[in-house]
């Protein structure tokens, strides 16, 4: 009989999974963080706010821990329809987590929009953390009395300060987060650092250009969707999307001047998705004019959101 194979201390601990959501206001760091506790980008990420508009997944291992962390969209007072949509899910992401990280932005410390996320995290049963971001921006005395003030509000298990930006203190959430997170079996293959289909993964980074170079209310007029991704026999890929925006108006600003505006974007986005599928790409991007693309229920299924009725 074959003797039992020796195990490493190692392997005899249990495994662990947890589910993470990140909430917060938007504009917070939620995606900037998720990326950096990942260590790799799974999801966009702009210096706008409402940013990410659905719930994105982002998997690492920390030991024997694997830790699912999911973005959501920012938390505010919403008032379109797909504004409202993006709030909900974001509260339903909160609500199916094992554990809720709660993100204040520390240089904006509790806001108005910080103060109506406290308020309410009382009905998540969820066990939650207190995160102060960005606090290469601030200074300690400031971050002391923040943490003080958001902990006399919520009953956090731990209170953690970081920067998603510089990478401080990130390591102290990844380990606090695998110890705690719920003895079980892994949820993904070992491997596995997003949940997104690439296609949604390349409409994303296009919007995330779109975002960045676009201004006041047209990345909130925006939304794309990938047509078609087609491997060619060369080891490209031809990938096809629409830039959906409200008004011929708008349509003319996402092209540019002798179509400038959308070359560069294209450019940037091409160059990103190449990176990340490590094949070269060919993209074409159409813009087209849908008025009432935020009321088509189609659309927010593409996102990955309910439809809310009105
Ligand atoms: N200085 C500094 N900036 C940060 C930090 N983390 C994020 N940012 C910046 O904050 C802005 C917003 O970051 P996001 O990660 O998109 O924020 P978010 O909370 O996901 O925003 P929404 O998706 O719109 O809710 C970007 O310009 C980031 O570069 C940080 O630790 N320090
Ligand atoms: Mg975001």
Not at 11 to 29: E, S, Y
Not at 119 to 140: E, F, H, Y
Not at 236 to 260: A, D, M, W
Not at 276 to 292: G, M
Request: hydrophobic letters at 40%; charged letters at 25%.
């Amino acid at each position: 009989m074959a003797e039992p194979t020796p195990t490493g201390k190692e392997n005899d601990a249990p495994t662990r999974c947890g589910f993470v959501a990140l909430i917060g206001a938007p504009n917070v760091g939620k995606s900037t963080l998720v990326n950096a506790l990942v260590g790799s980008k799974v999801t966009i990420v702009s210096p706008k706010v409402q940013t990410t508009r659905t719930l994105v997944r982002g998997i690492a291992m920390e030991g024997r821990s694997q830790l699912v962390f999911i973005d959501t969209p920012g938390i505010f007072a919403p008032r379109r329809r797909l504004d409202r949509a993006m709030v909900t899910s974001a509260w339903s992401g909160a609500h199916d987590a094992d554990i809720v990280a709660l993100l204040i932005d520390a240089k904006s410390g509790i806001d108005e929009e910080a103060d109506a996320i406290l308020g309410r995290l009382g009905d998540v049963a969820s066990r939650k953390l207190l995160i102060l971001n960005k606090v290469d921006l601030v200074q300690k005395p400031k971050l002391l009395a923040l943490a003080q003030e958001a902990n006399g509000r919520a009953p956090f298990a731990a209170t953690f300060m970081v920067s998603a930006l510089t990478g401080d203190g990130i390591g102290e959430v990844k380990a606090w987060l695998a110890a705690q997170a719920p003895e079980g079996p892994w949820h993904y293959p070992e491997d596995q650092i997003s949940d997104a289909p690439l296609r949604s993964l390349a409409s994303e980074i296009t919007r995330e250009k779109l975002f960045n170079r676009l201004h006041q209310e047209l990345p909130y007029r925006s939304t794309v969707e990938t047509d078609s991704w087609k491997e060619l026999r060369d080891g490209s890929v031809r990938i096809e999307q629409t830039i959906f925006v409200e008004r011929e108006s708008q349509r003319k600003i996402v092209l540019g001047k002798s179509g400038q505006s959308i070359k560069a974007i294209g450019a940037e986005a091409r160059t990103e998705i190449a990176k990340i599928i490590d094949q070269p790409v060919h993209l074409f991007l159409f813009v087209k004019v849908r008025e009432d693309w935020g009321d088509d229920p189609e659309r927010f299924r593409e996102m990955g959101l309910e439809f809310p009725k009105e």
